[in-house]
């Protein structure tokens, strides 16, 4: 647990990357790549790789698949329905369990999916453990105390539950307005923290309550009679903007319900509303749990040497590639701070080790989590980001510009979360492919034909990768 706060924490240090640039369009898998990673080949031929897969316009357009998903995942596993490298879907989604998702990701795509292999956007808060005793306010749809309870909050208190306790403070829709005369209001404990899950289904409502909450320091049905900032810790998971469904264009995600709760609170208060974490892609935060899942994979594949490298597949450049890219910075930083550690003779980061200033927007991200722990594991060399063509990114519509300075998000607008500081060079893919299977298929090749992984990652790179050396 430890090593898991320090990894977390590292997402603070600042880095100056280099530029992933590179457009695939079609790639095929040949019978020898197969045949190497088969469960028969020695572990000495195989290369050792890991498949970050999104969900939401990758493998699935709401409740309907994508037919490349299940093409790509027949070849993924073997006669026996084993995988042949290590596989974790790593999705913003937030509103359900990981059983009942991994459960429709077996159905969908015709193969066994684990919930050890399903990162939701609110998984990584298992590690929040200085939370879990606390009495938090929850928010989001669907079974929202068992996923509280599930990631381990013991002490939870729903939109739901706050409104019964005091009925006078929904009142936006007038046929939910009390009628007879309201008896005194219920007690409930204090807030002493928001939990954010995910979109709701009345806005208007958990909005309202939520500020409340906040203005009130947990005692909504207190008169607020003073600022009290900073206010009550808030954590929130998945900043989507938008996600693609079923609808020809992109629908609102949890990312615009935050926008909303920002700018009320600003209105209100004229101060900024903070989070103690925001988690879920892009932050590094879920990239570093679903790499943890990566690695339990891969012991139980039976491989014993180290994964080198991770490829992550997606189709949100502001989500996916951007959270992509900026893990693949931070793996570089911390072999960095490996090789300083241990050219000095220890094996141990010290404890007070501070962050970049030049990291401090990034960090907001992160949360606050204390530094500690050893590197008793080897990293992934990098994470390789791969665009496809089905979801949010349309080729159609939206071209990756030649200029690095310049953003493939829709009008140059910038579509990530207020906190995150915007580099545009994050959201160039490494890789852009017109679908899933393509793109595995691509990654299998790339292993097979031998191209220099720091090819991909090194910044002479900017030409014709495979001539250079």
Not at 135 to 142: D, E, F, I, N, R
Not at 152 to 170: Q, S
Not at 171 to 179: A, G, I, L, W, Y
Request: charged share 20%; glycine share 8%.
């Amino acid at each position: 647990m430890a090593e898991i706060f320090f990894r977390l924490n590292m997402f603070r240090i600042g880095w100056r990357g280099v530029k992933l640039s590179r457009k695939v369009t079609n790639a095929a898998v040949s019978a020898q790549t197969q045949r190497r990673y088969s469960t028969d080949v020695c572990e000495q031929e195989r290369s050792l790789f890991g498949l970050l897969f999104d969900i939401d316009g990758v493998l699935v357009r709401g409740r309907t698949p994508i037919p490349a998903a299940k093409q790509c995942f027949r070849n993924l596993v073997d006669g026996d329905g084993k995988y042949r490298v290590p596989v974790v879907f790593v999705t913003n989604a937030g509103n359900s369990l990981r059983e009942t998702k991994a459960e429709q990701l077996s159905h969908l795509l015709e193969v066994e999916v684990s919930p050890d292999q399903v990162v939701l956007s609110h998984s990584p808060l298992r590690v929040f453990t200085q939370f879990h005793d606390l009495c938090v306010l929850v928010s989001g749809q669907g079974p929202v105390v068992e996923v509280a309870h599930n990631v381990g909050f013991k002490n939870v208190v729903t939109i739901d539950m706050l409104r019964e306790a005091n009925p006078l403070l929904d009142v936006v829709d007038h046929n939910r307005r009390p009628k007879d005369p309201i008896p005194p209001s219920k007690d409930l404990p204090p807030i002493d923290a928001v939990v954010l899950f995910g979109e709701p289904i009345r806005w208007e409502t958990n909005l309202q309550l939520i500020t409340d909450v906040l203005l009130t320091n947990g005692r909504p049905g207190n008169p607020v009679t003073s600022l009290h900032y900073p206010h009550i810790p808030v954590l929130a998971c998945n900043m989507d903007l938008l996600w693609m469904a079923e609808a020809k264009n992109p629908r609102f995600g949890h990312g615009m319900f935050l926008v909303c709760l920002e700018s009320i609170y600003k209105k209100i208060t004229g101060c900024e509303l903070k989070y103690e974490a925001l988690i879920g892609k892009p932050s590094v935060v879920t990239y570093n749990y679903a790499e943890l899942l990566i690695r339990k994979q891969a012991e139980n594949l039976g491989w014993t040497r180290p994964v080198e490298r991770l490829y992550a597949i997606g189709d949100n450049p502001m989500a996916d590639i951007y959270g992509a890219n900026l893990y693949n910075r931070y793996l570089k930083a911390m072999h960095r701070t490996r090789a300083q550690v241990q050219g000095g003779s220890s094996s141990q980061v010290p404890g007070d080790l501070q962050c970049d200033d030049a990291a401090s927007d990034d960090a907001k991200g992160s949360g606050r989590v204390m530094v500690g722990g050893s590197f008793d594991h080897r990293l992934p060399e990098g994470c390789s980001s791969i665009l496809v063509c089905t979801g949010v990114y349309n080729r159609d519509h939206q071209d990756l510009p030649s200029d690095p300075k310049q953003t493939v998000t829709e009008q140059q607008i910038f579509h990530g979360h207020r906190d995150f500081r915007f580099d545009p060079s994050l959201t160039q893919p490494s890789f852009m492919v017109h679908d899933v299977r393509d793109g595995v298929e691509l990654v299998f090749q790339l292993e097979e034909v031998g191209i220099p992984w720091m090819c991909l990652l090194d910044p002479r790179a900017d030409g014709d990768c495979t001539s250079w050396t």
